[in-house]
Nanobody
Framework: QVQLAESGGGLVQAGGSLRLSCAAS????????MVWFRQAPGKEREFVAA????????WYADSVKGRFTISRDNAENTVYLQMNSLKPEDTAVYYC??????????????????WGKGTLVTVSS
């Protein structure tokens, strides 16, 4: 079993930056695909970014490409989401998720194995 705990959310002005962290329990973190999702008020949850177990391959939603960066530290069992040039439309609860699949496509088809409880990011205009 893997438990995920997000942190780093908060209130920031448009154009600002935040770094989210997701700490994982368990010894298998280094084998897991890690994914960030978000859910804005009144909207469905959407994919934000993902990285493979090694962190070498990454994927991004078009809406955040060039502004957000996903990274991980397997020694610290932590995945990060650096968010720059934030916009009001980035306001959402951000969730960390993990999956035992090797690729994002496989994880999305089967559904993520583990979820965190989320952290709120509010971007003011």
């Amino acid at each position: 079993q893997v438990q995920l705990a997000e942190s780093g959310g908060g209130l920031v002005q448009a154009g600002g930056s935040l770094r989210l962290s997701c700490a994982a329990s368990g010894r298998t973190f280094g084998t897991l695909l890690m994914v960030w999702f978000r859910q804005a008020p009144g909207k469905e949850r959407e994919f934000v970014a993902a990285c493979t177990a090694s962190g070498i391959i990454t994927w991004y939603a078009d809406s955040v490409k060039g502004r957000f960066t996903i990274s991980r530290d397997n020694a610290e069992n932590t995945v990060y989401l650096q968010m720059n040039s934030l916009k009001p439309e980035d306001t959402a609860v951000y969730y960390c998720a993990a999956d035992r699949s090797a690729s994002l496509g496989a994880a999305q088809r089967s559904g993520m194995d583990y979820w965190g409880k989320g952290t709120l990011v509010t971007v003011s205009s």
